[in-house]
């Protein structure tokens, strides 16, 4: 029987790639997508896209259901993967600028989720890959949003993995550091939406940091998307997939400094670098 998954996010990026490889691994692929435009551009390349936006609960109903209409009602594997960051100091971060990214990076992927898990647990078996960051347990300045929903969703991932054992469903993170992405583009977008960084009282250090924050392709150690998607695989073919997955050398050094050096120390470094 041909092993079917569900990826989220995959107009670009992680997802995109993911999609892709897998479909040429011979998986049965649901590339899904927030625009219609990028679902179009996936179905002409052989692959089923489902629109899913994390933040219109609808569209994941909506979604799911046309997945399993095509599968019979199974799924083997869910990558969660979609997500989007708004840049800028905790200060200068409104809250409703959080409850937007927590409803696109946290409750919809909880949503979908949960609707999941029941259709694997009456087949017996499925994976659930959740596509977390280094910032899922790693903090960086200026980077307050972020680090709140992916802290938040290595949490809740934490707590199913324990409550699914002995169900035949695996729960697993992807913790990758820079990735090649339009990641840092759309950041810009949403910063440009939420921060009043003109009016904050850092004004000169947003000036300094800006092109270092929010440009794409300039982070030290960045790998291809493929990095992921090779840990992907890993993840929904191996018999005893690990419950994480670290994918580059930032990813790794920011476990070992977190291991190892006393809570200060580690937040000189982080605020020098």
């Given at each position: 029987m041909?092993?079917?998954?569900?990826?989220?996010?995959?107009?670009?990026?992680?997802?995109?790639?993911?999609a892709l490889t897998l479909h040429e691994r011979g998986w049965q692929v649901f590339a899904a997508?927030?625009?219609?435009?990028?679902c179009a551009a996936l179905e002409a390349k052989g692959l089923v896209s489902?629109?899913?936006?994390?933040?219109a609960p609808d569209t994941i109903a909506a979604g799911l259901d046309k997945v399993l209409t095509a599968t019979g009602g199974r799924l083997d594997g869910l990558f969660n993967n979609g997500a989007y960051?708004?840049?800028?100091?905790?200060?200068?971060?409104?809250?409703?600028?959080?409850?937007?990214?927590?409803?696109?990076?946290?409750?919809?992927?909880?949503?979908?989720?949960?609707?999941?898990?029941?259709?694997?647990?009456?087949?017996?078996?499925?994976?659930i890959v959740q596509n977390s960051s280094v910032l899922g347990f790693a903090a960086a300045p200026w980077r307050g949003a972020y680090n709140a929903t992916k802290f938040a969703l290595e949490g809740l991932t934490d707590t199913l993995r324990i409550e699914m054992r002995g169900t035949g469903?695996?729960?697993i993170l992807i913790e990758p550091g820079p990735i090649t992405s339009r990641f840092r583009a759309n950041a810009r977008l949403q910063f440009e939406r939420w921060i009043d960084w003109k009016s904050s009282s850092r004004r000169a250090d947003y000036e300094r940091l800006m092109d270092n924050l929010y440009q794409d392709g300039t982070a030290r150690f960045e790998l291809p998307a493929s990095a992921v998607t090779e840990v992907l695989?890993?993840?929904?073919?191996a018999d005893r997939p690990r419950a994480r997955?670290?994918?580059?050398t930032p990813t790794t050094l920011a476990m070992i400094m977190k291991r190892t050096l006393p809570t200060r120390m580690s937040d000189r470094i982080v605020s020098n670098s």
């Open positions: 041909t092993r079917s998954v569900l990826i989220t996010g995959c107009s670009s990026g992680i997802g995109r790639d993911a997508c927030r625009k219609p435009d990028d489902p629109l899913i936006d994390y933040e960051a708004i840049p800028g100091l905790v200060e200068d971060l409104p809250t409703d600028a959080l409850r937007t990214t927590f409803e696109a990076n946290f409750f919809g992927w909880h949503d979908l989720t949960r609707r999941v898990i029941p259709v694997m647990r009456a087949q017996g078996q499925g994976r469903i695996d729960v695989i890993r993840a929904l073919e997955y670290r994918v580059t």
